[in-house]
């Protein structure tokens, strides 16, 4: 079969439009998506033709490659020396999930790719070059058709691409490959001041993507071994710009702060190195601030004016008067703060510092030092037991580094602290080689992880260390430090008849732990309004993990406040509602502030809680004045005549959860299970004791192999000891437990419902603009409440459907209407009800 194919191009050069219709929208795209590098992509540039058979003597590809992004091709010239050519334009809709591959995120993250320059990987060589950077000598051009593009050539041919060598500096590791060199042998080392300089060059060129696999790793034999320097590739986001406001938001926010634009100064110099930060953590150690400030210094002195213009006239027009002011104003800016942005960087990732020693056999010395610090030195041990060269010498200041990490791998090693004044955290993790611990002294806090075998402890300090003993690996694996923070807000939203519209934020904050997953410990502030009744929820959740022994400490705090409104029929299963009344007749207004505390063991499917709680309840009359909570004849409750007074109650809760959901948003399979014990005693003269226990058992099931028809049923319930008072009682009623009904119709001592629901997957939504599951949900609830003294055989039945849809499998957004005896109720809602 003959294949049709364009004919090669005969010029030298040739003018292109890279990407035009970036050019092309409104002003309200560029405000909200920004201006970025628009004009760039749009205008008329001369670029070279790459013509692959007469480059470097001819050269032929030989693989197709990628990352992320970009479409790549391998080619080899007659020597075997390898060449790359890369896209210039991206391709980034392969880093969305695939069900938003074929919607509006789609355009919007290709849209994005503007904010890349499409020719600033040019000015790289000559700035890295003054700074004694490694770096390869990339042309930007125009492919022609090749013979010697071979299969790949429909691919490539008549393509933008960025041609380089692929190893620069000759033959190199991989990351990965360096730091199994680095881990096996302690005659090799990294170039930490080359390190130090490289993320520099970084900054100054605002390039924030420089991820492992952006790093090769240049081999120099040393006397004992090897020295490894690193070799940067894949320049894309040299002065990446990002000045849109739904850009401006994702880098103030946690999703994307190392994102920072190079129109305008480093906001957060230590999240825009957050790519290589597994590196600077292993490998950076024994570098001391007055040595890194210095080797910064020194890198700066390389630069000025004419170096920055040498570098930028190797823009093409008109790209280099497009931007020439601007870079170079930013580029003299970022001299001239490096060194204060550098050395913030070194304190932020210097407060927590991993030191690691090899496989081979070593000492390791921790003596105080200085000023309440610490010394860590040290030294190999020979096959003989003899000590050796100096591997590590530095001395840590406690006003910067408040906890030291020291990794043992595989070698057998000794350690000895004598530690009489220093206060600096110590971890000590042992491997799997033979350990001899001699902790002479011991003045601050130090844990010991290590294994059951093959471990010697000795010292008169042995008894303040703590001992976290396990053979299981995850005691004693590297796991590189995260310093970082989460920052995350969300909506908070729903829909019921009694409360109307429900509008809020949920603020969560995540801070990392040493061996805790997912995270350290969470901050989470939530707060809604309903625009109907005018009441405020406000929530506080905190969590630390792990923080006594194996079990985490909880905080719950709940302010139901101000104008906090529920509604309150009386006590009993079979409480008169006419639908002619106002229901505001039915509101009571009070304010319900709640503290609980608790330890919560976890296990893969199971959590168990207890702790102390404590509540306190303020009514005020005037909100109520003719209201059904005025008239203490009609309630039943054991504070009808005291609902006007105020009352605290001090207890305690047990809480024991299940969970075998195959999916926590879109079960199909499985069961959840919930039980809470509580009691409260009355701490004042208007506040009675009683006991509460609720449970809830849901259960799943598949009814086709293809699960689209889903049977969810849950059983729930509670039974009440002592007189609780009327806000305590066990409800039914709404959104909760039985649709069809106002939410907290029905109050009473003891409960009892049952939920059914078929769900029915009618298909995957393929849409523009969000994609996800849509379905239909039917469902029949039933349920009653008893009351002493009350005679009732009366059942509550509410019957109904609606749909949902998961958008993008991230929520559920679910619409129903409930029909009972009390009428036709909607209610939307974010995920299901169970």
């Not at 709640?594 to 893969?604: G, H, L, N, T």
């Not at 203490?632 to 809480?655: Q, Y």
């Amino acid at each position: 079969m003959v294949r049709n194919r364009d004919k090669p191009i005969t010029a030298d050069s040739i003018f292109v439009r890279i990407k035009p219709e970036y050019d092309s929208v409104s002003r309200f795209h560029r405000a909200i998506f920004g201006e970025n590098y628009r004009k760039e992509y749009a205008a008329k540039t001369k670029v070279p033709v790459l013509r692959v058979s007469q480059m470097m003597g001819g050269l032929k590809a030989t693989q197709r490659g990628g990352g992320n992004q970009s479409r790549s091709l391998r080619l080899e010239d007659k020597n075997g020396k390898e060449y790359v050519l890369r896209s210039v334009e991206k391709y980034p809709e392969v880093l969305l999930p695939a069900a938003l591959r074929e919607t509006f995120a789609k355009d919007i993250i290709k849209d994005n790719m503007s904010a890349q320059h499409p020719f600033s990987a040019l000015v790289v060589p000559e700035l890295a070059k003054a700074g004694g950077i490694p770096h390869s000598n990339p042309i930007i051009g125009w492919v022609s058709p090749d013979d010697n593009l071979g299969e790949f050539e429909s691919a490539f041919a008549n393509t933008l691409c960025l041609f380089e060598e692929r190893e620069p500096t000759g033959e190199s590791d991989s990351s990965p490959k360096m730091d199994k060199k680095l881990t096996d042998d302690n005659d090799n080392r990294l170039d930490g001041p080359a390190w130090v300089k490289a993320r520099a060059f970084d900054v100054l060129l605002g390039d924030w993507d420089r991820h492992e696999d952006q790093w090769r790793w240049k081999e120099t034999k040393t006397k004992d071994g090897s020295l490894y320097s690193p070799v940067p590739r894949d320049r894309d986001q040299v002065f990446f710009r990002s000045d849109g406001l739904l850009q401006r938001y994702t880098q103030s926010s946690s999703l994307l702060p190392m994102m920072q634009g190079y129109e305008r100064g480093i906001k957060d110099i230590n999240w825009f190195l957050w790519e290589g930060r597994e590196i600077s953590s292993r490998w950076t150690a024994n570098i001391e601030e007055e040595e890194f400030d210095k080797i910064v210094k020194d890198f700066c002195a390389n630069y000025n004016d004419a170096v920055f213009e040498k570098a930028l006239k190797k823009l093409p027009e008109p790209s280099y008067s497009l931007h020439h002011d601007a870079f170079l104003a930013q580029m003299r800016n970022r001299i001239a703060t490096l060194p204060k942005l550098m050395n913030q960087y070194y304190h932020f990732f210097n407060r927590i510092v991993d030191i690691e020693v090899t496989n081979k056999n070593e000492l390791i010395q921790i003596t105080d030092a200085e000023k309440d610090g610490l010394r860590v030195k040290i030294n190999k041990i020979s096959k003989e037991g003899n000590i050796k060269d100096e591997l590590f010498d530095r001395k840590f200041d406690p006003k910067v580094t408040k906890e030291i990490r020291v990794y043992m791998h595989n070698g057998n090693d000794s350690l000895i602290l004598n530690n009489k004044k220093s206060n600096i955290k110590l971890r000590i993790i042992g491997g799997k080689g033979t350990k001899v611990y001699d902790f002479a002294n011991s003045n601050g806090s130090v844990k010991l992880y290590g294994r059951t075998d093959k471990a010697t402890y000795n010292g008169a300090d042995i008894n303040k260390i703590r001992k976290i003993i396990s053979n299981d690996t995850s005691n004693f694996s590297y796991i590189p430090k995260d310093m970082y923070r989460r920052n995350s807000w969300l909506l908070n939203a729903g829909y019921n008849q009694d409360d109307g519209l429900l509008l809020g934020l949920i603020y969560k904050q995540t801070n990392p732990g040493f061996r805790k997953q997912p995270y350290g410990n969470s901050q989470t502030i939530s707060f809604l309004h309903s625009f109907s009744t005018k009441a405020f929820r406000f929530n506080y959740k905190g969590e630390w993990l792990k923080a006594l022994g194996k079990g985490d400490f909880v905080v719950k705090a709940d302010a139901f406040a101000p104008n906090n409104t529920q509604n309150f029929f009386g006590l009993g299963n079979e409480t008169p509602f006419n639908d002619g009344d106002n229901i505001r007749y039915y509101r009571a207004r009070f304010n319900l502030y709640q503290v609980d505390a608790s330890i919560r063991w976890r296990r893969p499917k199971s959590t168990f809680s207890v702790g102390p709680s404590y509540q306190y309840y303020k009514y005020n009359q005037e909100d109520n004045d003719g209201r059904f909570i005025e008239n203490p004849s009609l309630l039943h409750s054991s504070d009808s005549i005291t609902v006007r007074n105020e009352k605290m109650f001090a207890g305690a809760f047990v809480n024991f959860t299940n969970n075998t959901r195959d999916n926590d948003l879109l079960p199909t399979l499985g069961s959840y299970v919930d039980f809470k014990l509580l009691g409260y005693k009355g701490v004042n003269k208007y506040s009675n004791s009683y006991g509460q226990f609720t449970a809830s058992i849901a259960l799943y099931k598949n009814l086709d192999g293809r699960k689209n028809f889903i049977l969810a049923d849950r059983f729930g319930g509670g039974v009440t000891i002592g007189k609780p008072a009327f806000y305590q009682a066990l409800y039914l009623g709404g959104q909760g437990n039985l649709l069809g009904y106002r939410q907290f119709r029905f109050a009473g001592e003891h409960t009892f419902y049952n939920n059914l629901e078929l769900r029915a997957k009618l298909g995957d939504l393929v849409s523009y603009v969000l994609p996800g599951q849509i379905g239909l949900l039917g469902f029949y609830d039933v349920g009653r409440v008893w009351k002493r003294d009350e005679t009732s055989t009366l059942w509550h039945h509410g019957v109904g459907g609606g749909v949902y849809f998961a958008p993008a499998s991230l929520t559920v957004v679910r619409f129903v209407m409930g029909h009972s005896s009390d009428g036709w109720y909607p209610y939307v809602s974010l995920n299901f009800r169970y």
